[in-house]
Structures are given as structure tokens and as C-alpha cells.
């Protein structure tokens, strides 16, 4: 079946350690989201990638980071400067050929830091 | 800059009890616009695309139509397994293609 993996579904931290999420997708898409989903604000972009080793801030991009070493993986890693990492982040892709971009989800991983 | 503002926040109906939900769209021009569900806990799961006014898509009891400035999401006679939050977005003509979600309805559908 294709589609997008994120691992783990819960995550549970410390204050003040860094922690990398998982994305997988084999979708064969080119682009790849990473968001964030707050009660009551929507999806927030963090960042996004429409091609392997490439990648570019989103809105609330402070506090993460990415890589694309390869085009089926989008990891995150929410590092200690970010102030708030409680939240539920989603991977998202999307084909960009053509003229529409529609984005298919991952499962989501609920993060906690305590 | 883009924005999509969904309403209501929340709706609650009554099983069977037909309804509309709105996202109103500001662009400078409409590439598509994107319906989702998302269950709790859940991520997004994608509905139907709308590329220009007049345009619907059906599927179950969902039907979604669009013009210049606004989609409805029509539930007919809907059942508690329909109660989700159901998130719009646009993606722009020309520019970013990054789509732009509103905040999403939630409803609840009582038995």
C-alpha cells in the first residue's frame, strides 16, 4: 500500500533534549511538509522540501530542523531552542508536477515534552 | 496574502439533520481548493479537490461546491460516523505552491 509512515505515534521528552521525528513516504512524491497543529490554530508550517538535499523555512521554522538525504525521507528534529514542542506534528507530501499540489497526510506524532 | 476562513468554528447536529459548512477564500487567483477529514488524533485525510467556480464533487453524503469566493461542504442526512473536523485549503495561482489551510469546522453528529 502506498503512503506516508511518521514514527513514533507518541513521544514523550524531557525539557532541554533534542528529538527526531520520523517521515516516510513512498508515494513517489517530490515535495514534502512538515506541520504543526496546535487546539484551535490550524496547521503550521515548519518547513518544506520539494527536492531531495534542498529545503526551505516555513512560518514557524525557529527551534527545528530537516533533512532530505533521500527522496522517501523527511525527518525533524525539534531541538531544545524550540519553546513550546508540545503539539501534534503532521508530514504531509505532494506531487509537483503538473498545476496542483495536492497534499496527502501521515498519521501524525504526538510529542510531550515535560 | 492568502487567507481562508472557515464557519462555523463548531456545529452539532442531529443524526440525519442536513447541513452546510463555508470557506470563504481570499486569493489573488484560485489554482484549487482542497477539502479534508480529519478524525482525532488523526492526520488529515484528503476529500476532494474543486478547480473552478460552478465545479461539485460528490462522494457519500458529502458534496462540495465552489464559486469566485466561497465552497460549501453540503452533509446530507448525516450519521454520527460522520462527526470529524473538516479542514479547507487554496493553493494560489502563480507563486508559492504551499497550500493555505482555514482552522476547520469541527462536527459533531448526534445520534
Known amino acids: 500500500d502506498g503512503g506516508i509512515t511518521q514514527s513514533p505515534k507518541y513521544l514523550f521528552r524531557k525539557e532541554g533534549q533534542n528529538v527526531t521525528l520520523s517521515c516516510e513516504q513512498n508515494?513517489?512524491?517530490?515535495?514534502m511538509y512538515w506541520y504543526r497543529q496546535d487546539p484551535g490554530q490550524g496547521l503550521r508550517l515548519i518547513y518544506y522540501?520539494?527536492?531531495?538535499?534542498?529545503?526551505q523555512k516555513g512560518d514557524i521554522a525557529e527551534g527545528y530542523s530537516v533533512s532530505r538525504e533521500k527522496k522517501e525521507s523527511f525527518p525533524l528534529t525539534v531541538t531544545s531552542a524550540q519553546k513550546n514542542p508540545t503539539a501534534f506534528y503532521l508530514c504531509?507530501?505532494?506531487?509537483?508536477?503538473?498545476?496542483?499540489?495536492?497534499?496527502?497526510f501521515g498519521p501524525g506524532t504526538r510529542l510531550t515534552v515535560t | 496574502e492568502d487567507q481562508v476562513t472557515q464557519s462555523p468554528e463548531a456545529l452539532r447536529l442531529q443524526e440525519g439533520e442536513s447541513s452546510s459548512l463555508n470557506c470563504s477564500y481570499t486569493?489573488?487567483?484560485?489554482?484549487?481548493l482542497f477539502w479534508y477529514r480529519q478524525d482525532p488524533g488523526k492526520g488529515p485525510e484528503f476529500l476532494f479537490t474543486?478547480?473552478?467556480a460552478g465545479e461539485e464533487k460528490e462522494k457519500e453524503r458529502l458534496k462540495a461546491t465552489l464559486t469566485k469566493k466561497e465552497s460549501f461542504l453540503h452533509i446530507t442526512a448525516p450519521k454520527p460516523e460522520d462527526s470529524a473536523t473538516y479542514l479547507c485549503?487554496?493553493?494560489?495561482?502563480?507563486?508559492?505552491?504551499?497550500?493555505?489551510f482555514g482552522r476547520g469546522t469541527s462536527l459533531i453528529v448526534h445520534p
Open positions: 504531509a507530501s505532494s506531487p509537483i508536477s503538473g498545476s496542483l499540489y495536492e497534499q496527502y
Open positions: 508515494l513517489n512524491h517530490d515535495a
Open positions: 522540501s520539494q527536492i531531495v538535499n534542498d529545503f
Open positions: 486569493v489573488s487567483g484560485l489554482r484549487g
Open positions: 474543486l478547480y473552478s
Open positions: 485549503a487554496v493553493q494560489a495561482s502563480g507563486g508559492s505552491y504551499i497550500p493555505t
